[in-house]
């Protein structure tokens, strides 16, 4: 069983950062991509950035600015960056992994269980 499991959200007032994680564990063989997604009340899921193996990124134009994504590959794990979060980035954050699972002998899309991201004062 492939599991993605996000930590790091929480409540920060406007201007302030927070750093999420995500670590892929399971019977994983190669991961090309991983990255985030988020999804606001009563919006649609949209990508915030993605990074792949080699360390190739593509973020969301609007976030570019004030987010960064990194990974450790050795790790399994991907981590963002949030600085000078403002309230309109209020939203459950996805983390999102294209990889190739021994089960599956194949390339699948996961995703994890989504943490909450308030930006409130």
């Known amino acids: 069983q492939v599991k993605l499991v996000e930590s790091g959200g929480g409540l920060v007032q406007p201007g302030g950062s927070l750093r999420l994680s995500c670590v892929a564990s399971?019977?994983?063989?190669?991961?090309?991509?991983m990255g985030w997604y988020r999804q606001a009340p009563g919006k649609q899921r949209e990508l915030v950035a993605r990074?792949?193996?080699?360390?190739?990124?593509n973020y969301a134009d609007s976030l570019k600015d004030r987010f960064t994504i990194s990974r450790d590959n050795g790790e399994n794990t991907v981590y963002l960056q949030m600085n000078s979060l403002k309230p309109e980035d209020t939203a459950v954050y996805y983390c999102?992994?294209?990889?190739?699972?021994?089960?599956?002998?194949?390339?699948?899309?996961?995703w994890g269980q989504g943490t909450q991201v308030t930006v409130s004062s």
């Open positions: 399971g019977n994983i063989y190669s991961i090309k991509t």
């Open positions: 999102y992994s294209y990889m190739f699972v021994r089960t599956n002998l194949d390339f699948s899309e996961y």
């Open positions: 990074i792949t193996t080699e360390g190739m990124t």
